[in-house]
């Protein structure tokens, strides 16, 4: 049988749609090219060898650095009905023989391995035998840049794979990697000793993810607690020190949120538990440094926090990607303070190595760039990486709000002005004081009361101010020491100000920081894939698997808007092949069904005698005519006429009321609720009929649903 591609898509793995770029690479590994695979985060790699691996004889030979990784992509395998396993050190002696055996017997098609066992002499063995009786079909590298000593994460074992290579000549290698940079492709290239090998590099944009910088303050907190209760998917907050992961898990724990926290302090057995309970959503965030993240595949992760500053781009890069894997809308956002800036410019000054201290510097003022930039936020991420990307993206804070510039510079002499009058013993807030004209005790203490800048700046509010002071000091434009007392000290830009010698302009932030991300109507479907989760849930712990290795959000999420009824619905829907649909069909569908029957009823049909009315009604009778053509009271027509409106049955209600005296009734039932005919009629006059009301209500309820 001939199957097109996108078919094997559907039976395998049940989607109907290849992601940009996986088809292309899926057909040249079909025709066993070396390849190269550099695609970001959740962009779909493993389907570009999985897929092969189905359609090609032979078994593919994964190889992976993580166990959590292994055991992740060969539960979902096995979950789709594919034959996949792993050997790592988890596994006891016979499970070990029990599994070589299903390998032997061609049971398995994609096994995973840990680049350490692959290169024993009992192992090269083995493959040896598989190579004579079933045939090695691809070797797989994911996490390829882990061979390239200029990665993040090199693993010696890597280098050893062009053994391998020399060993079965014949057998094409297929590497991926998420990490882009010229030299770590030309190492994996080298290392791995691939031969023409076609090089895949898809765009690091994620079009899916939301960028967004909000002020790192002291109502933080509270900010990150509101978007965290607004938005009820699993995220991770990102923290830069131990304490600070401890501190915020404990708040929030105690703001009745479902946070573990997650850091190297911790002891191994502790962390292993918390990123399970995170993976199976039996809690909602993760708070975390950045030892948490590499191997964690979880693709339905709604939001990363940033609570601290990252220390380079990429690094944000790739954390802030581990949310919405999956493709499903997802936001990343930066809480930044100048700060943060300075804290992290005190370590960078505590390195021996000035070469290093430099490239820290550097990399640091490129996040600064990001955090304070006023063009798309897209841009500047992408552009690290070597990327152009068209500006305006549509899709973070500077492209939906564009920030209003405005030029400040009278303000910043008078700021800038009043620190040299205090003689620059102080920080920002006394300033902002004595600009105010404050009546506080340390104002009159230094008899600052008496300057010729006491009171100049009542015309702007404190957080007005401090907008301008961090704008300042973002802007290098005046100096602070670093000894934690926070003194400002004027520099040359400051005098430069001073004297009339530089403008200042600071883009406005009219927006305010609490701006509400939920919306309060919670609509049927979103109701139903509440519950359709819950169910999951259910499933997933009973087979002690993620929730997301049964259905992915999306598949849900498809499921409660097109509410399948039977198996063949069922089936149709992306993320549901035929092996899931007998495994878990059923479940689903009764619980929509439940769900539907618990819903309105359905929407009645006409009874036969309505149905006349409404063929007279159609023939152009108006309703006097009607009443006498049947017998009736000319009320029950209007009765007869109202209910089939409600039922959504074609009647045209301007031949029966006049447009203007619609408007005049509806606006009678919007002020007066529609309860009543008789408060409407009091409401707008004799002159209209209850019958025509009664008309217009039908339309108006009919129009509420
Ligand atoms: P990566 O390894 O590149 O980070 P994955 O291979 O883990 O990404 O894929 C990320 C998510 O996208 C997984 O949940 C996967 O099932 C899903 N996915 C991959 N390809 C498709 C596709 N063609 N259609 C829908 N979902 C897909
Ligand atoms: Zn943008």
Redesign the pocket.
């Known amino acids: 049988m001939v199957q097109s591609l996108e078919q094997a898509?559907k039976q395998f793995?049940g989607?109907?749609?290849?992601?940009p770029g996986?088809r292309q690479i899926i057909e040249q590994a079909i025709k066993n090219k070396d390849l190269l695979v550099i695609?970001?985060?959740?962009?779909?790699?493993?389907?570009?060898y999985q897929l092969p691996a189905l359609l090609k004889p032979g078994l593919t030979v994964v190889v992976s650095p993580l166990i959590a990784l292994m055991q992740d992509?060969v539960d979902?395998l096995v979950d789709n009905g594919i034959g996949a396993t792993f050997l790592n050190s988890s596994i006891d002696w016979q499970e070990m023989r029990s599994r070589q055996e299903q390998i032997i017997n061609g049971k398995i098609k994609l096994l995973y391995i840990a680049p350490e066992r692959l290169l024993t002499s009992r192992f090269i063995e083995f493959l040896d035998r598989i190579a004579r009786k079933i045939g090695i079909a691809t070797f797989a590298v994911?996490e390829a840049h882990c061979v390239s000593e200029w990665g993040h994460d090199f693993r010696p074992e890597y280098r050893q794979m062009i053994q391998l290579r020399r060993r079965y000549r014949k057998v094409p290698t297929i590497a991926?990697t998420?990490t882009a940079t010229k030299r770590v492709r030309q190492d994996i290239i080298e290392q791995l000793g691939l031969k023409n090998a076609i090089v895949h590099i898809s765009s690091f944009d994620r079009p899916n993810l939301y960028y967004e910088i909000r002020p790192k303050n002291n109502r933080s907190y509270q900010v990150l607690l509101n978007y965290i209760r607004n938005n009820q998917k699993a995220g991770i907050v990102y923290c830069l020190s131990r304490r600070s992961v401890d501190e915020i898990a404990f708040k929030l724990q105690k703001d009745g949120i479902k946070a573990l926290p997650y850091h190297a302090g911790m002891e191994e057995a502790d962390r292993t538990s918390h990123q399970n309970r995170f993976l199976r959503d039996d809690v909602q965030i993760m708070v975390a440094t950045v030892a948490f993240g590499m191997g964690i595949?979880k693709?339905d992760v709604g939001f990363v926090l940033h609570y601290d500053l990252p220390s380079n781009l990429e690094r944000y890069y790739q954390e802030s990607g581990r949310a919405g894997?999956?493709?499903e809308p997802a936001q990343c956002i930066l809480f930044y303070s100048a700060g943060d800036t300075r804290k992290i410019d005190y370590f960078i000054e505590q390195k021996e190595d000035p070469q290093e201290q430099r490239i820290a510097k550097q990399q640091l003022n490129r996040v600064v760039d990001y955090a304070e930039g006023l063009e798309c936020r897209r841009t500047v991420l992408l552009s690290y990486f070597g990327e152009k990307f068209a500006g305006n993206c549509g899709r973070c804070d500077n492209c939906l709000n564009p920030k209003p510039i405005e030029d400040w510079t009278i303000e910043a002499q008078k700021f800038l002005s009043c620190v040299a009058r205090c003689k620059e013993k102080f920080g920002i807030v006394h300033i902002i004081d004595v600009l105010r004209g404050s009546k506080k005790k340390k104002v009159f203490q230094y008899g600052h009361h008496l300057l010729s800048t006491y009171g100049i700046g009542k015309d702007k509010t404190i957080a007005q101010w401090k907008v301008l002071a961090r704008a300042l000091l973002n802007q290098n434009l005046v100096g602070e020491t670093t000894d934690g007392y926070r003194v400002l000290k004027l520099n040359k830009a400051s005098w430069e100000i001073l004297r009339k010698q530089r403008e200042v302009h600071i883009a406005v932030n009219k927006r305010s920081d609490s701006q509400s991300l939920v919306d309060a109507y919670v609509s049927e479907t979103e109701i139903l894939f509440d519950r359709l989760k819950s169910l999951r849930k259910y499933i997933a712990d009973r087979n002690s698997v993620a929730p997301?290795i049964i259905f992915?959000d999306?598949t849900l999420k498809l499921m409660a808007r097109s509410k399948p009824q039977n198996p063949e619905e069922m089936g149709r829907i992306?993320?549901v092949n035929q092996y899931k649909l007998e495994q878990y069909g059923d479940r689903f569908i009764s619980e929509i069904r439940d769900f539907c029957a618990t819903q309105k009823p359905p929407v009645p049909l006409p009874t036969h005698s309505q149905t006349i009315t409404l063929q007279f009604h159609q023939q152009g009778l108006n309703p006097q005519e009607i009443a006498k053509q049947r017998g009736f009271f000319p009320t029950t027509v209007y009765t007869h006429l109202s209910e089939l409106i409600e039922m959504k049955q074609p009647v045209n209600l301007d031949r029966l009321v006049e447009k203007e005296r619609q408007k005049i009734i509806l606006d009678a039932i919007k002020k007066n609720g529609s309860e009543s005919l008789k408060t409407i009629r009091e409401h707008i006059g004799k002159s209209y009929s209850y019958d025509e009301i009664k008309l217009v209500r039908a339309w108006w309820k009919r129009e509420q649903e």
């Open positions: 898509l793995f989607y109907d749609r290849f992601r996986q695609m970001p985060t959740g962009g779909g790699k493993s389907l570009c992509q979902s994911d991926l998420a595949n693709p894997r999956d493709g997301y992915a999306s992306s993320g």
